[in-house]
């Protein structure tokens, strides 16, 4: 049977190796991987690289914050950035907040995500409010559904879990094979220090970077390492930004647990100077914070040795009124949390990791890992006879000077960066939706992704001891 599409004459490159082949597609999939390959249509990627479509595993989209903010972005703007920058799948979140029903939360993001995205996707859930009917009925009912991760806070007061949630939640996720992430902070040294600030009259947004601090977030990965440790379930610790946070994850990996680390952009390209310009540093606070050069440093290490599993965006867009409610008014406790970066993730790691990684540790890093990690591979995350024909074709030495991006926030912390290598076309299960830089894809294209339990995240079958004794006395601990 004819091909109905071949990308020629480009240079491929996966998670394992860099290759030259014609990429044939037929319909949404990838049928062919060789030199010599004609199809209906063709696109000479002659001098280009051919890569898998990013896959963002960490992104706010539409979605309410805890302190009732809506993300400037919905379904329709947020997939199309990403598209742009080469990203073809992302896994947002549902956010639950107290109060709220987890199975309703769950219905009404499929519908709008069903109704606007432009890419494929998955969903993570937020759960906040871990009531009996949610631990053991909605949010069974949801992993089965396909949707079989989700993320946890140890700090914010309307959506932390205490000790005790979160091992229910931790318990749940061992009994119906999913993945917990977790938000690592802790909570009560970020408030004393903010309530004390602001007593002080210390209410810019540099002083949020100061609340925040390095010890903070070791102290709750080390906590949150040892529940997972008594449950036996594999977590993914969300956001990594310290050197101190990234060596308590590679020292649970010594020991032999699944501990898995997560990074983004505003870890690597920030420092906690971009906060420091005053009220306008707003639009850099994210939580964590940006740290230093030394802490850059240690999320490129992390990246580079594994510690750190994923590199995503935590793309978390909010406008002018969500930065800066009261205006000058708004205190560094105000501000909306997060910044944007679904679209430039992959051109900023393409750009300062040239001396630092591979190609192949790029498709790694922004691709192969998260969909293996998310139960979507060999569907995403690859170039391979049978999966997604999702591909982005990049030119290695276009030079883009950022001035926007295509979210809503109207702003990006990364303005008047050079950047070089740029995703120019980018292809949807067989659809060209970005030709040239622009948009060809319809609203509402995107398919919901139904994962499947990752491999990687099987329990280890390892006690500690006191749950070793009650399975020696026959009396084994109930989850
Ligand atoms: N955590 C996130 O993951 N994103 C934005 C804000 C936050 O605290
Ligand atoms: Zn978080
Ligand atoms: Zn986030």
Redesign the pocket.
Known sequence: MALDLVISGGTVVTAEKTFHADVGIRGEKIVELKAGLSGEKTIDAAGKLVLPGGVDSHCHIEQLSSMGVMTADDFYSATVSAAHGGTTTVIPFCAQHRGDVLAEVLADYHSRARAKAVIDYGFHLIIANPDERTLQRDLPAAIHSGVRSFKI?MTYERTRLTDEQILDVMAAARKNGALVMV?AENHGVISWLAGRMVNQGNTLPRYHAICHTRGAEAEAIERVVRFAELVDCPILI??VSTPEGIEAIRQARARGLKVFGETCPQYLFLTAKDIDIGLQGALFCC?PPPRDEKAQEACWRGLKDGTLHVYSSDHAPYGMEGKLPKGEKTTFKEMANGVPGLELRLPLLFTYGKNRITLEEFVNLTSTRHAQTYGLYPRKGTIAVGSDADIAIWDPERKVTVETTHDRTGYTPYKGRVLTGWPITVLSRGEVIVADGKLAAERGRGQFLERAPSPALKPLGRDVPEIAQLKAWNTPLQL
Request: charged share 0%; no cysteine; hydrophobic share 40%.
């Open positions: 806070f938000h969300v956001h939580s």
